[in-house]
């Protein structure tokens, strides 16, 4: 077992994500100004960054800032400015891809620690060691490194840091060496302003001898007669779908990357960071998944051999994805780490709201997603192990106090919710579980097509891992397109049956006033009277009530 723990390092785009993701668990987050590195959608004013810092210090964390980008000669009289401000806010590390750059950091601040960032696509040791050589002390290693490779890696680097992605989004050309957005849209990817043109969807043309060009149409008549498919030349005798829908083709859109199923070879290797993708995602992202690898990390430590993966890939099911894949990590991709079928992020859960601030008997949440009369709101703590259930009947605007059976995110209006909804006698406790910054989660509304994707982006995953058999991927295959074929968009439900407000869900929320008053359901009061705080109980302990 390796002698030191490895850091779980998360992205922060804004100075919220930044504080969700230290309260969450992570232990080092990094980050960058518009300016100066790959984060030209960066929310990071410099006050911002100061404050972050500080809030990072406060809780013993670590923060890194990025100047990643590769310099044109433009760039060149602002590095000094830069510099200088750098200087000011003291990161523990900064992030740079560009050799030059590296050499002027060194010369002109010799005291901050550098790291090679990923764009420097580092996928061997020997580029490991020349960058050691140079005075990294960190090397971020390419997502195209399989686990093979990064293990002969630490075997011949074992006195630098090496960090390795282990979550997050993929790109088409996976070391992020990316032309396709400066050609199309004359947007520069490596100058951090990629316009992610490999998930946009594609037609089918035809054109003719005389250089005319015409859009192939099918229709009921011909669409029998034909099959697109694409052959490389390096996968003679495989060949991938080039299907359309409405929308058009994806024959570019890669799944998200996810190595939950592998950590423990990671930790038993001994990485020094576990970085996860996610700068231009949201704070329920940073949340959910940072809690996540957290307790999977501290789990791994605490007991490495019944360690298990499954329960902690149920919670990152709870953010929306593209379908999870282990991508590199065996070295060859397969046709499992693409998504030919749909390029939408899916899952049937969605942000809610974010918990503001606490007042003497309640607090106020700012809702992410419309909010109606019914719905049940799951408070997911950074400080529990369980989250707490309620189901709302009623919003009360934290302004003017007015009432209603509904709240749109659109208009940016706090909601008060009482203390007394809770089924608990000490504030103070209550106060601990949900500080500012929890995050609140409900289930999503989906249609037939939504869930369809969702179900058979679950089947590529167990396939990957050999968890189920390519006859039910096929199947999954089929039936999202036959929920294309025939969709249906007025039609949408629930991960789990909803019998109206007035119903039990059978979740043993303890807001619910129907769990917690109807005589039906006084056995399934006692027996929860019994278990730890939010622990939740089981269906059968709700339905023999």
Not at 77 to 105: C, H, N
Not at 159 to 186: D, P, Q, V, W
Not at 205 to 218: A, V
Not at 250 to 259: A, Q, V
Request: hydrophobic share 35%.
């Amino acid at each position: 077992m390796p002698q030191h723990k490895a850091e779980l390092l998360m992205p922060a785009g804004s100075l919220t994500k930044l504080k969700v993701a230290i309260l969450y668990g992570a232990d080092a987050v990094y980050l960058g100004t518009p300016d100066m590195s790959l984060r030209t959608k960066s929310d990071f004013s410099l006050e911002d960054v100061m404050e972050g810092l500080e809030f990072v210090r406060k809780h013993n964390k670590r923060a890194y800032l990025t100047l990643n980008l590769f310099s044109h000669n433009k760039d060149i009289d602002k590095l000094s400015v830069f510099l200088d401000t750098i200087r000011q806010v003291k990161p523990d590390g900064l992030i740079v891809a560009d050799p030059g750059v590296f050499e002027y950091v060194k010369e002109y601040a010799p005291e901050l620690e550098l790291h090679v960032s990923t764009q420097a696509n580092v996928c061997s040791w020997l580029s490991v060691k020349f960058w050691e050589k140079q005075g990294a002390s960190l090397c971020v290693l390419a997502r195209e490194v399989s686990f093979n490779e990064l293990r002969e890696i630490r075997q011949k680097c074992p006195n630098i840091k090496l960090e390795a992605f282990i979550h997050g989004a993929m790109c088409m050309t996976y070391s992020g060496r990316c032309l396709l957005s400066n050609f199309m849209t004359e947007r520069g990817a490596n100058q951090g302003n990629c316009a992610h043109n490999c998930r946009w969807n594609y037609k089918l043309h035809l054109q003719l001898k005389d250089g005319t060009r015409k859009e192939l149409s099918l229709t009921p008549e011909n669409i029998e007669l034909f099959d697109f498919l694409l052959e490389e030349g390096f996968r003679p005798g495989e060949f991938m779908p080039f299907e359309e829908d409405g929308r058009g083709s994806y024959i570019m859109n890669s799944r998200d990357l996810c190595l939950m199923p592998k950590l423990d070879e990671y930790l038993k290797l001994g990485i020094d960071s576990l970085k996860v993708e996610g700068r231009n995602k949201g704070p329920y992202y940073a949340a959910v998944v940072a809690r996540a690898y957290r307790r999977a990390i501290d789990a791994w430590y605490e007991n490495p051999e019944k360690w298990c993966y499954k329960k902690y890939m149920q919670e990152l099911y709870t953010v929306p994805n593209r379908g999870y894949s282990l991508a590199f990590h065996d070295g060859r991709l397969t046709n499992l780490s693409h998504s030919y079928d749909d390029s939408t992020s899916g899952s049937e859960w969605e942000f809610a709201g974010l918990v503001t601030k606490w007042d003497a008997d309640s607090f106020c949440i700012l809702p992410k997603n419309r909010l109606q009369k019914g719905d049940v709101l799951e408070f997911v703590s950074p400080n529990s192990g369980n989250n707490i259930l309620l189901r709302m009947y009623e919003f009360i605007d934290a302004k003017n106090g007015r009432v209603s059976d509904a709240v749109h995110a659109g208009r940016q209006t706090e909601i008060r919710i009482p203390f007394s909804l809770f089924n608990y006698d000490d504030p103070n406790l209550l106060r601990e579980i949900l500080p500012p910054y929890t995050v609140i989660r409900k289930e999503k509304f989906l249609t037939n097509r939504q869930q369809t994707k969702i179900s058979l982006d679950r089947a590529s995953q167990n396939l990957e891992l050999g968890r189920t058999n390519e006859e039910c991927y096929q199947t999954k295959k089929q039936q999202l397109q036959d929920s294309i074929d025939n969709e249906d968009t007025t039609k949408k439900r629930t991960r789990s049956p909803r019998q109206g407000v007035e119903g039990c869900c059978g979740r043993g929320c303890n807001g619910c006033l129907i769990f917690l008053h109807d005589p039906a359901y006084a056995k399934a009061r006692e027996l929860l009277s019994k278990k730890k705080m939010g622990e939740k109980l089981t269906y059968n302990a709700i339905t023999t009530s």
